[in-house]
């Protein structure tokens, strides 16, 4: 396992699912943190809805699940 995985591993709770390869673990957690770095710009009202849905669309995200969420929480 490569240093930034060891590191990855001790400050963050992560799932390595059996036969997954590295890279395979690598490009979900660059996914999930592109995610959350565009959340963090539209909460900061730097990045417009539009964008960040267009984003999420593109990260095969049911966008309008998401949005029925947003306005129907359970």
Same mark, same amino acid.
């Given at each position: 396992m490569s240093d930034f995985l060891s590191r990855l591993? $001790?400050?963050n709770q992560v799932i390595?699912?059996?036969? $997954?390869?590295e890279t395979e673990f690598l490009e979900e957690v660059?996914?999930?943190?592109a995610v959350v770095r565009m959340q963090e710009d539209f909460l900061r009202g730097s990045l417009d809805a539009?964008?960040?849905l267009d984003f999420l669309d593109? $990260?095969?995200f049911d966008v309008y699940k998401l949005s029925d969420d947003c306005f129907n929480p359970c």
């Open positions: 591993e $001790q400050e390595w699912y059996p036969n $997954q390869s660059t996914r999930m943190l539009d964008v960040l593109e $990260q095969e």
